[in-house]
């Protein structure tokens, strides 16, 4: 059995000299608002591992009205995400993720959050991809307002994807 899912996240600009995404640290002239880090790759991805498994949502599992998660590294709910996938009897096939955002350069730092993921879900690092694009200038992003970050995933069902 094999299941699709797809999540998406937003977050604002705000007060800061970096961003966190995909579990890398970028340095920016903004940071983003957030009640944890504001890595709009990681939740993103949560949310589309958790809604293919059936799991619900990133916000069910850990709510920005939770006050032990106010700057929480995201990377950690990925990991106990990945846990409640274990459980389950899920494994992960494959990760895409589009980062949409006008600045910072996301390119140069693909190659880490393929990385980070890639250990943080235990999955192959050639299952997991990161690209960006732009709006070209459009609407909230083009404005330089916020980025945010589109996730697909495969998830495998009690056997191991690449066998």
């Not at 498994?53 to 106990?80: E, K, M, N, W, Y």
């Not at 996938?85 to 693909?110: C, F, G, R, Y």
């Not at 732009?134 to 066998?163: F, K």
């Amino acid at each position: 059995m094999i299941r699709i899912g797809h999540g998406f996240d937003v977050h604002a600009f705000g007060p800061g000299d970096h961003v966190i995404l995909g579990g890398e640290r970028i340095i920016h002239d903004r940071g983003l608002v957030a009640h944890s880090d504001g890595d709009v790759v990681i939740h993103a991805l949560c949310d589309a591992l958790l809604g293919a498994a059936a799991l619900g949502d990133i916000g069910r599992h850990f709510p920005d009205t939770d006050p032990r998660l106010a700057g929480v590294d995201s990377r950690s709910l990925l990991r106990q995400v990945r846990v409640l996938l274990e459980q389950h009897d899920w494994l992960v096939a494959n990760v895409d993720l589009t980062v949409v955002a006008q600045m910072p350069k996301i390119s140069p730092h693909t190659d880490a959050m393929r990385a980070h993921i890639a250990s943080d879900l235990r999955a192959a690092y050639m299952a997991v991809n990161v690209k960006a694009t732009t709006t070209e200038a459009l609407g909230y992003i083009g404005r330089g307002e916020g980025i945010a970050c589109h996730a697909v995933v495969l998830l495998s069902h009690g056997q191991d994807p690449g066998s």
